[in-house]
């Protein structure tokens, strides 16, 4: 039985960073149409940048905040390549992105190398119906949970917020009554940078992250989010939740390698599912 | 307030304005009228930034708010939404100076925009347009798929909000009849030329625009004589 809590708490607490990442992917998705496939490597940056700069004895926190902003800034400039120029299809966008990730992957082995890298995070272990679970994973979850309620708050209370819904609703009528819609791109794509960024932070503590986790990162995240069909913040966190805690069952009682198969497998059930409802809706 | 000189605008390399010259005086009202493809909504996007000339120039002096062809709602947004956002451009958040020209709004804030009817979407559109306090209002197509009584309301809206804060209106509208009895003057545009611009009364007999756009009203009438 306590094996069982383990498992799926240490699911919730992976499953909490998918859904960090997904909701990065839904962001910018829900205001330019574009999959940013630099998400993945975002996390990966922040992993490796909180390290350096709490090796570099800045105290817990401060270190952390600087690299989410830092992330932020570079999520930016994402933006900047992928979107900057007018008029760019959503698909070419997708590739840039992807070329952009590729970019980040060798910057990231010539800046930190090629080990995985675990900068330190909350110690010790909380009991939990009598299983131990790791205080980090906690935090992660905690941390989730108040990103998820800050960005629904967000976009739904705030006059900015409320001008990224309408970039995506209606970019004619965005545009009409003045708003940038390109600008409105770039914040996203700055926002998802803030989430990608506080993904590997939280993460790479419980999980050290190198170079090449950029990819299951973003694949996890993008699976998560595809259950939220790419707009819905809060499906990509009960996507993101079911998928870790699915991938640590199939770990801990079958076999670890699974793991990935097992969230493709999952994306591409819902995917199929959802193209079904897609239809379905059109049809009406 | 509005002068339009020698005006080109193009879709690649397909010319939809060809030498347009326009002109609105602060605090009137202008028809744009004629036939479809004529270049009535590219000139009006023009007018409001949403396309770029290829020559010619286009000069306002004050600001342009757009009601579009087709209202262009945030749908999935409440109609106080989709207001705010209207005065996204001069930060404008407050919506009672709207409320008061079109008090019917109010009772409707909270309910989506994509939920309401055709009349009401496009008293929304009105709305979101007049959030940025524009000097100049540019309509396209008031009366498109909306029922007469709906229409003749919104006219009387448009009426008063000229009559007691002097915003000027360019409208494009295919009911001829409601154009001109809303607006003094009108511009008859033809594949992106203007073929006659004057008083409304005046067009309103001359032989050209008769034949041309009350022409099917024309034979109706006959055939309800007829019968
Ligand atoms: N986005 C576009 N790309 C290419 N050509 C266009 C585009 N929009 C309009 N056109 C063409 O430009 C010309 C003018 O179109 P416009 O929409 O301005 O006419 P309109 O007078 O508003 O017509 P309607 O009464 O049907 O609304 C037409 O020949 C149309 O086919
Ligand atoms: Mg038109």
């Known amino acids: 039985m306590?094996?069982?809590?383990?498992?799926?708490?240490?699911?919730?607490?992976?499953?909490?960073?998918?859904?960090l990442i997904g909701s990065g992917f839904v962001v910018v998705h829900r205001v330019t149409r574009v999959v940013n496939f630099a998400q993945g490597s975002l996390a990966v940056l922040g992993a490796m940048l909180s390290a350096s700069l709490l090796a570099g004895r800045l105290p817990h926190v401060v270190g952390e905040m600087v690299t989410v902003v830092v992330c932020g800034l570079v999520g930016v400039l994402v933006g900047v390549v992928a979107i900057g120029k007018r008029g760019t299809p959503p698909l070419i966008?997708?590739?840039?992105?992807?070329?952009?990730s590729m970019l980040f992957s060798a910057a990231i082995i010539?800046?930190?190398?090629?080990?995985?890298?675990?900068?330190?995070?909350?110690?010790?272990?909380?009991?939990?119906?009598?299983?131990?679970?790791?205080?980090?994973?906690?935090?992660?979850?905690?941390?989730?949970?108040?990103?998820f309620?800050?960005?629904?708050?967000?976009?739904?209370?705030?006059?900015?917020?409320?001008?990224?819904?309408?970039?995506?609703s209606n970019p004619f009528a965005a545009r009409l009554v003045g708003i940038d819609v390109r600008r409105m791109g770039l914040v996203a794509f700055g926002l998802s940078g803030v989430l990608g960024g506080l993904a590997g932070v939280l993460v790479a503590p419980s999980n050290a992250l190198s170079f090449y986790s950029d990819l299951p990162?973003?694949?996890?995240?993008?699976?998560?989010?595809?259950?939220?069909?790419?707009?819905s913040p809060l499906r990509t966190l009960v996507g993101g939740l079911g998928l870790g805690v699915a991938g640590q069952l199939t770990a801990g009682y079958l076999n670890g390698s699974y793991q990935t198969e097992v969230a493709l497998l999952l994306m591409m059930v819902i995917m199929i599912a959802r193209s079904r409802s897609f239809a379905h809706e059109e049809a009406k | 307030m509005l002068h339009i000189t020698d005006l080109v605008v193009r879709y690649g390399s397909a010319v939809a304005l060809d030498g347009v010259s326009l002109e609105v005086g602060r605090g009137e009202m202008v028809a744009l009228v004629g036939p479809n493809g004529a270049g009535k909504s590219t000139l009006i996007n023009t007018v409001s930034g949403m396309l770029e000339p290829a020559s010619g120039s286009v000069v306002v002096e004050g600001t342009v708010a757009q009601v579009p062809e087709g209202r262009q709602m945030f749908p999935d947004m409440s109609v106080e939404d989709n207001l705010l956002l209207g005065g996204w451009s001069i930060r404008n958040r407050q919506l009672d100076e709207v409320f008061d020209l079109l008090p019917d709004l109010a009772g409707m804030r909270?309910?989506?925009?994509?939920?309401?009817?055709?009349?009401?979407?496009?008293?929304?559109?009105?709305?979101?347009?007049?959030?940025?306090?524009?000097?100049?209002?540019?309509?396209?197509?008031?009366?498109?798929?909306?029922?007469?009584?709906?229409?003749?309301?919104l006219a009387e809206h448009l009426r008063y909000l000229n009559a007691e804060r002097g915003t000027a209106v360019l409208l494009v509208e295919q009911e001829v009849t409601l154009a001109f009895r809303l607006c003094a003057r009108a511009c008859v545009l033809e594949a992106g030329r203007v073929v006659v611009t004057g008083p409304s009364s005046e067009l309103a007999e001359s032989d050209a625009v008769r034949k041309a756009y009350f022409g099917d009203l024309a034979e109706l009438a006959d055939v309800e004589v007829s019968r």
């Open chain 1, 2 to 19: 306590s094996e069982f809590i383990t498992y799926l708490v240490t699911g919730i607490a992976l499953g909490s960073s998918f859904a």
């Open chain 1, 93 to 100: 966008s997708l590739i840039v992105t992807l070329g952009v």
């Open chain 1, 110 to 147: 010539w800046l930190w190398g090629q080990d995985p890298v675990s900068p330190p995070g909350l110690d010790g272990f909380t009991t939990i119906l009598g299983a131990e679970v790791e205080r980090q994973r906690l935090l992660v979850l905690v941390v989730t949970l108040v990103a």
């Open chain 1, 149 to 168: 309620a800050g960005l629904s708050l967000f976009f739904s209370r705030t006059y900015l917020g409320k001008a990224l819904t309408a970039s995506a």
């Open chain 1, 217 to 231: 990162m973003a694949l996890g995240g993008f699976a998560a989010a595809v259950f939220g069909g790419l707009v």
């Open chain 2, 110 to 153: 909270r309910r989506k925009a994509g939920r309401l009817s055709g009349g009401q979407q496009q008293m929304v559109a009105i709305g979101r347009a007049l959030m940025a306090r524009p000097d100049l209002l540019a309509i396209d197509e008031l009366s498109l798929g909306l029922a007469p009584i709906v229409v003749d309301e």
